[in-house]
T-cell receptor, first 114, second 114 residues
């Protein structure tokens, strides 16, 4: 079964600083990777996804992620964070073909300090 | 508003009881997925229905069951509740039966078992 590992449970960063949230996945023939964000008391919102093609994926709210096959990573980055980015971020993977459910990492809590 | 409606938003019940959580998918979506988010287990896929038929099963306990009705809304039934069943239960929907890459999540039902 495919899996993802989020290496940091919490990441504190100052406002307007860059941030990287790390995610590693278990290697497989077909890899589909996602980043979701969960704001306090809300559901999950898709930030971006990698299905195939360009390894640099741009998402909403200024986030981007790079698929790195050799390092089996899919790290999320933002060049300058805002207070409103405070949230829980989840990396997820999907088995080939889109069937079954998403497998989520444990989540990374992004804490923006003023 | 994501278009996926979950009711109720909050539910408090006692151990041993049975509850029903409801999900109305986004208009036009035929698949409904249920997820559980708990402190211990994180986000876990429970079950998927597509156009009234069970399509995929994840880590769903035998005490839990689900169904999808002709109008495409779905219900998740949780019985013989235990303290450990306290969690946030999310529903997601997609157009097709292999829609893992195009989910829309609802805002969840928070279940507290006392």
């Amino acid at each position: 079964a495919q899996s993802v590992t989020q290496l940091d449970s919490q990441v504190p960063v100052f406002e307007e600083a860059p941030v990287e949230l790390r995610c590693n996945y278990s290697s497989s023939v077909s890899v589909y990777l996602f980043w979701y964000v969960q704001y306090p008391n809300q559901g999950l919102q898709l930030l971006l996804k990698y299905l195939s093609g360009s390894t640099l994926v741009k998402g909403i709210n200024g986030f981007e992620a790079e698929f790195n096959k050799s390092q089996t990573s899919f790290h999320l980055r933002k060049p300058s964070v805002h207070i409103s980015d405070t949230a829980e971020y989840f990396c997820a993977t999907l088995s080939g073909g889109g069937a079954d459910g998403l497998t989520f990492g444990k989540g990374t809590h992004l804490i923006i300090q003023p | 508003d994501s278009g996926v409606t979950q009711t109720p938003k909050h539910l408090i019940t006692a151990t041993g009881q049975r509850v029903t959580l409801r999900c109305s998918p986004r208009s036009g979506d035929l698949s409904v997925y249920w997820y559980q988010q708990s402190l211990d287990q994180g986000l876990q896929f429970l079950i998927q229905y597509y156009n009234g038929e069970e399509r995929a099963k994840g880590n769903i306990l035998e005490r839990f069951s689900a169904q999808q009705f002709p109008d495409l809304h779905s219900e998740l039934n949780l019985s013989s509740l235990e303290l450990g069943d306290s969690a946030l239960y999310f529903c997601a929907s997609s157009v097709g039966d292999r829609g893992g890459w195009s989910y829309t999540f609802g805002s969840g039902t928070r279940l507290t078992v006392v």
